[in-house]
């Protein structure tokens, strides 16, 4: 955003912003009263609200931008990611059931003296690649590998770090007979038994269900330029909007960004990228990302492993907002 | 047998819009024998869905229901707005099911037995699963663990709370937690899933009861038949995600008509304790 939008008029912006949000909130508690409808208010304000978020750049367009760096074709994906940190990485394939997924990865690596359980959802970069990834959309047998590479982790005490890219898990047939629901929450649940840390970084897309499975760890981190979402938000716009093209919108409605995440506390850090986003230097991406491993890890390993898991799920536990008693808790 | 006489569905209760006829079939239907027979069609067997209140008079024995988490209610941490405002959404929800959330949580007895029940209702927001559903379903299973009580978990979603955005998708990994602090003590979980059950209810605590019971003819799926052929075209087999497919797939235990239910959940959660 130009650098004259700073200072004054920024600070009154955000300020207006801030009141806003808070009037909405407040309406939004109101009860029900007959004859009182807040519905033109509300709308005032929702209005008021996007054109705030034009002009301060962080409204529909930035949350757009960001849908858009975080499916950049150029973007470093969980194998990029692993060349850079782990040279020797061994990868290991197959859920012993029935198939290997090629749409995600995993594997061991070489860290520090010691070894770590790397897993990541995997894009194609051509179409050859893609189709072969499948897009990164993960079958029930990605899901199924990831947690026979959780229990061997598990087995030898090695640390589990996970990289999650993925529109979502695959929408088909096939996959819903092999139980694709099942695979989801077995593999949720494998992550939340582990007592091994456990360190999960968005690196692009965090796409529902299907990204969601890799992340339930101990410490959640999120890429800069990364979208972390209940639904794409082409999928939110038509059924909310009964319009795909309403996208934009639904992007700046779902709050998906590092910025807007963080402040839900949805993930436990935002790692800044380089100058123009990942894309712009595989290489520095890497250091960022691996510098933040291994503070994480640092702290992690301090702890015990009942505390861990006792802590992890402490903190999935509070994720939510509801009211009680008149109370707004978070 | 089930105890008929201590269940009483109301001709007028819950559930979508009473049809005319069945869907299934195309029987005439009236409301009252209907409700007479469970709201399960005397001519075919398609089991139209029920209220939440239904299904604890299905389920629980008269007057043993006791329901807890009654105070929470969804808040907007989004300032969420599309072609309306979620609160008013909420609000809608809330006039036309009667209902305070998409979840019941709290105990009952089962001929006897002490019970943790939850059980969804389809009809508010679609089942949806936002803070609310998912803190009730924590304490329910905080109960269950404290009291070792099994837990009976009753299913009908269409998936996340759209409107609380990635706060609605971490209830997956919070009601797994849940699961999770069942199963350490543990004390059985027993699922049924209705029609329908879908996308994040069934990414999470649904699938992971160990026990998994379903109504004949539910629609069972992660990704729903309108999903899956929009986005990758594929043509969907005759009955494709339904009960008798899952069961057939090996991803639930038994189909259990609606007659029966009650007494096979009791027979199931008997064994395991
Ligand atoms: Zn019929």
């Not at chain 1, 801030?18 to 007959?34: D, F, H, K, V, Y």
């Not at chain 1, 033109?40 to 209005?47: G, L, P, Y």
């Not at chain 2, 209220?51 to 988490?69: K, P």
Request: proline share 5%.
């Amino acid at each position: 955003m130009p650098s004259g939008l700073f200072g004054k008029k920024k600070r009154a912006l955000q300020e207006e912003e801030g009141r806003l949000r808070r009037r909405l909130a407040e309406l939004s508690r109101l009860p029900t009263l007959p004859g009182v409808h807040l519905k033109d208010e509300v709308a005032k304000i929702s209005q008021r609200l996007r054109e705030l978020g034009r002009v301060r750049g962080r409204g529909e367009g930035a949350s757009w931008e960001k849908v858009k760096l975080a499916r950049h074709p150029e973007r470093p994906y969980a194998l990029d990611y692993i060349g850079l940190m782990f040279p020797g990485f061994i990868e290991l394939r197959g859920d012993r059931c029935f198939a290997d997924d090629p749409a995600i990865v995993g594997g061991l690596a070489a860290y520090q003296g010691r070894t770590l359980m790397v897993i990541g959802h995997q894009k194609g970069r051509d179409l050859a690649s893609r189709t072969h990834r499948n897009f990164g959309m993960p079958r029930p047998e990605g899901y199924r590998k990831a947690q026979r590479l959780m229990r061997l982790a598990e087995k030898f005490g090695i640390p589990v770090l996970t990289l999650v890219d993925t529109p979502g898990a695959y929408p088909g047939v096939a996959a819903e007979e092999r139980g694709q629901g099942g695979a989801i929450a077995t593999t949720l649940a494998c992550m939340a038994r582990l007592d091994v840390p456990t360190v999960a970084v968005i690196i692009g897309e965090g796409g529902s269900g299907g990204a969601l499975a890799l992340a339930l760890a101990d410490r959640v981190l999120m890429l800069e330029n990364s979208i972390y979402s209940v639904s794409s938000p082409e999928a939110c716009a038509s059924i909310l909007w009964k319009d795909a093209a309403e996208a934009k919108l639904a992007a700046e409605a779902l709050r998906l960004t590092s910025s807007d995440l963080e402040d839900l506390g949805v993930v436990d850090e935002v790692l800044p990228e380089p100058r123009g986003g990942a894309h712009r230097d595989h290489a520095a991406a890497a250091r960022i990302v691996k510098e933040a491993l291994e503070e994480n890890l640092r702290q992690l390993e301090l702890m015990k492993p009942d505390r861990r898991r006792r802590e992890r799920c402490g903190k999935f536990r509070r994720m939510g907002v509801w009211r009680e008693n008149g109370l707004t808790l978070f | 047998m089930a105890q008929r006489g201590s269940v009483e569905i109301s001709p007028r209760g819950g559930g979508e819009k009473r049809a005319d006829s069945c869907p299934a079939c195309g029987a005439p239907m009236d409301a009252e024998e209907l409700a007479a027979n469970l709201r399960v069609c005397p001519a075919c067997g398609h089991h139209f869905p029920l209220s939440a209140g239904e299904r604890i008079e299905l389920l629980a024995d008269q007057g043993s229901w006791e329901e807890i988490a009654t105070e929470l209610r969804s808040d907007d941490p989004l300032g969420f707005y599309d072609l309306r405002p979620y609160h008013e959404r909420v609000e809608e929800a809330e006039y036309e099911t009667g209902l305070s959330e998409a979840m019941l949580v709290g105990t009952a007895r089962m001929h006897n037995m002490d019970v943790v029940l939850a059980v969804m209702d389809f009809r508010f927001m679609g089942g949806s699963m936002g803070s609310v559903v998912g803190e009730r379903f924590w304490r329910a299973a905080e109960l269950a663990a404290e009291a070792r009580y099994p837990m009976v978990a009753v299913c009908a979603s269409g998936g996340a709370r759209m409107q609380e955005g990635m706060l609605s998708l971490l209830q997956m990994a919070k009601t797994t937690c849940a699961v999770e602090m069942m199963a350490s003590v543990p004390v059985p979980f027993v699922a049924t899933l209705t029609h329908p059950t879908t996308g994040g209810v069934m990414a999470s605590f649904a699938t992971l009861a160990d026990v998994i019971v379903a109504e004949p003819g539910a629609l069972l799926c992660f990704s729903g038949p309108r999903v899956i052929e929009q986005t990758v075209k594929e043509k969907l087999p005759e009955g494709f995600g339904r009960a008798e497919s899952n069961l057939e797939h090996g991803q639930i235990d038994m189909i259990v008509p609606r007659r029966e239910l009650k007494d096979r959940l009791v027979q199931v959660l008997g064994m395991l304790e």
